[in-house]
């Protein structure tokens, strides 16, 4: 039977794309792992793989289309033998709304059909009333081959169906099942402002230019607005003396000149951060609905402005790097950042993010905790400023004001002071963070 090619879910938090380019046209015949379609998601516009195998019977998604929800039906595939005929009824536009992906599972409940064929598939082998097992024509060869019991088999094709992946990974005995999760419950909708017609008639007779939002700008709004109401912070702010830190990177970066890595500031920030995920393993956490995760790397996510938003790349096992592998790293996930070439892998995750605004010569500031890290430091700019030197005397220093955002739910007040602590020793004392 005709076979529905749904709108994936490209990442854990993705709830709908733009399906910005098909790779194929109707009557194109397909293998697993062929190229499909473009798809633009909120951070990046990624590569779309067939699952299963087929010839495209009917496009029902043209390419341009934006806002189409995860798991809607964008296109038909027929096996060997079918033509058009056999789709039956084929939706002609997109369901009004289709559940979104669970954070913790990439693939949502199949969105209804529009056509009056049969139900859904539940995630059990599913089976016709003849008693028929829905599943590829190459995943039958394959079992065939390897003596599977396709009706031992979860299928993790759309509604069901088993595909390559199902069996070539499966034994004689069975394919381990899938885990099921249900769709997340929705979060409780945000106090309604002013609509949109309401500030657009505030400002007639004024000249303004409407700005349409991108997909990555909207989700910003939306996890951010989610984030301040409710994720109740706190704040912790230190002041940090640099002309050790500026003294012992000026000498760094000589003998590293020749190996083309240049130490940054911001460098030292983040192994200053993870060394002290380390050594107050308790705020190397993050909040997960009903539970705290503590984790045993640290894993740094470091905020990147591009253009019309920002990403917040991931430096996994931060603790463990040197300064120049962090540095060479870190510039490498700006500039794909930059590009929008990030894969999902490399933005999702993390304890603790980094923020630095002291190149636009921001003195301080406070940022707000993105979900589920259990805080962010807010990094300003290093300015010459008085200071009492411990022999009591005035003196003048490069200092630098931080603000450490805090989850309380993570966190608490004693717990986050001496994180913020550790990170100031380490910057201070910068030789100790190469011990």
């Known amino acids: 039977m005709p076979t529905e090619i749904l709108m994936p879910a490209l990442s854990p938090t993705m709830e709908e794309g733009t399906l910005a380019k098909w790779l194929v046209k109707e009557g194109d015949t397909v293998s697993s792992g062929d190229l499909l379609a473009e798809i633009e998601t909120d951070k990046a516009t990624m590569e779309f793989e067939a699952v299963d195998e087929g010839v495209v019977g009917k496009i029902l998604v043209p390419e341009g289309t934006e806002g189409v929800k995860v798991n809607t039906p964008i296109a038909v595939l027929l096996e060997e033998g079918e033509s058009a005929d056999d789709i039956a009824a084929a939706p002609t536009k997109a369901p009004e709304a289709a559940p979104a992906a669970d954070a913790g599972n990439e693939a949502a409940a199949p969105a209804a059909s529009e056509a009056p064929a049969a139900a859904p598939a539940p995630a059990a082998p599913v089976k016709a009333d003849g008693g028929r097992i829905f599943a590829s024509p190459l995943a039958r060869r394959i079992a065939a081959q390897k003596g599977l019991d396709l009706a031992q088999i979860k299928g993790s094709g759309p509604h069901g169906r088993i595909v390559k992946a199902d069996v070539e990974g499966a034994t004689a005995s069975a394919a381990a099942p899938a885990a099921s999760a249900s769709a997340a419950p929705a979060p409780a909708a945000a106090p309604a402002g002013p609509s949109a017609d309401m500030v657009a008639r505030m400002y007639e007779g004024r000249e303004y230019e409407e700005v ?213 020793d380490n910057l201070e004392n910068p030789m100790v963070m190469l011990a």
């Open 212 to 424: 349409k939002l991108d997909g990555m700008r909207k989700t910003i709004a939306a996890r951010l607005a989610e984030a301040k109401q409710t994720i109740p912070h706190f704040y912790l702010r230190r002041d940090i003396k640099l002309d050790a830190l500026l003294k012992f990177r000026s000498q760094l970066n000589k003998q590293l000149e020749a190996r083309g890595v240049k130490l940054s500031v911001n460098d030292f920030i983040i192994k200053a951060v993870a060394n002290a995920l380390q050594q107050v393993p308790e705020c190397n956490a993050v909040w997960a609905g009903d539970r705290v995760l503590q984790l045993k790397p640290s894993d740094v996510a470091v905020a990147v402005a591009i253009e019309g938003g920002l990403f917040t790349p991931v430096l996994q096992d931060a603790d463990t790097k040197s300064l120049s592998a962090l540095s060479t790293e870190m510039k490498d996930l700006a500039a794909r950042a930059r590009e929008r070439k990030l894969a999902p892998h490399e933005y999702q995750g993390g304890t603790f993010a980094v923020s630095n605004l002291g190149m636009f010569g921001i003195d301080n500031f406070d940022a707000i905790v993105n979900p589920p890290h259990a805080g962010i430091l807010a990094v300003g700019t290093g300015a010459k400023k008085p200071v009492v030197g411990e022999d009591g005397e005035l003196t003048v220093a490069t200092v630098m004001s931080v603000t450490m955002s805090v989850d309380h739910r993570v966190i608490d007040g004693a717990l986050g002071a001496q994180l913020l602590q550790a990170i100031v």
